[in-house]
């Protein structure tokens, strides 16, 4: 079982500032999702990425994957409230539907 | 977009009794369904993967015994807590994967709250 570290854990900060979350592994996926859940609701898909290197931006979320498909990072630009909740990443393996989670990074955006 | 839903949406039962929990596609046939367990402020962990037509696969550490499930038909899989305990009070989402060619998109039901007293 792979293990997909993410971070930081909690952040917290003010609405109006950027900020970078991380999601990180030592093996290869052949793609990798991020996912947003809020309180009580199950999680709700935000991007799939697959290729090496591909970025994608989805209004003011930027999705990047690494070079080396083994890591990604999501970048928020002027965070706010609504972007409040616990942003998940996921991948998969070649030929395999389970997906496994990360551990979860728990976003606070202050009023 | 392809729905799941699940049913119910919480449930409290006392120490020892059984407990199911319905989850279905709505709008799509699923061969496949899968589920998850999550911890308060933790994230989700595959319990199992439900086969319509087959025994479903259970993932490392999961009593298969404790935790029935069966994939009765193509939009419907169910999962049983048997003589639960406070331990296996928990949030149990399902979720199944699109059947759309080259996508690894997997649609996520709203999730049951399990409260064991």
């Known amino acids: 079982t792979q293990l997909l570290e993410q971070s930081p854990q909690f952040l917290s900060i003010q609405e109006g500032e950027n900020l970078t979350v991380y999601c990180n592994s030592s093996s290869v996926f052949s793609s990798l999702q991020w996912y947003r859940q809020e309180p009580g609701e199950g999680p709700v898909l935000l991007v799939t990425?697959?290729?090496?290197?591909e970025v994608k931006k989805l209004k003011r979320l930027t999705f990047q994957f690494g070079d080396a498909r083994k890591d990604s990072s999501l970048h928020i630009t002027a965070a706010q409230p609504g972007d409040t909740g616990l942003y998940l990443c996921?991948?998969?393996?070649?030929?395999?539907?389970?997906?496994?989670f990360g551990t979860g990074t728990r976003l606070t955006i202050i009023p | 977009g392809a729905v799941v839903s699940q049913h119910p949406s919480w449930v409290i039962c006392k120490s020892g009794t059984s407990v199911k929990i319905e989850c279905r596609s709505l709008?799509?046939?699923?061969?496949?369904m899968f589920w998850y367990r999550q911890f308060p402020k933790q994230s989700l962990m595959l319990m199992a993967t439900s086969n319509e037509g087959s025994k479903a696969t259970y993932e490392q550490g999961v009593e298969k015994d404790k935790f029935l499930i069966n994939h009765a038909s193509l939009t419907l899989s169910t999962l049983t807590v048997t003589s639960a305990h406070p331990e296996d009070s928990s949030f149990y989402i399902c979720?199944?994967?699109?059947?759309?060619?080259?996508?690894?998109?997997?649609?996520f039901g709203p999730g049951t709250r399990l409260t064991v007293l």
């Open positions: 709008d799509f046939q699923a061969t496949t």
């Open positions: 996921a991948v998969t393996n070649f030929g395999n539907e389970k997906l496994t």
């Open positions: 990425v697959v290729t090496g290197g």
């Open positions: 979720s199944a994967p699109s059947l759309a060619r080259f996508t690894d998109t997997q649609y």
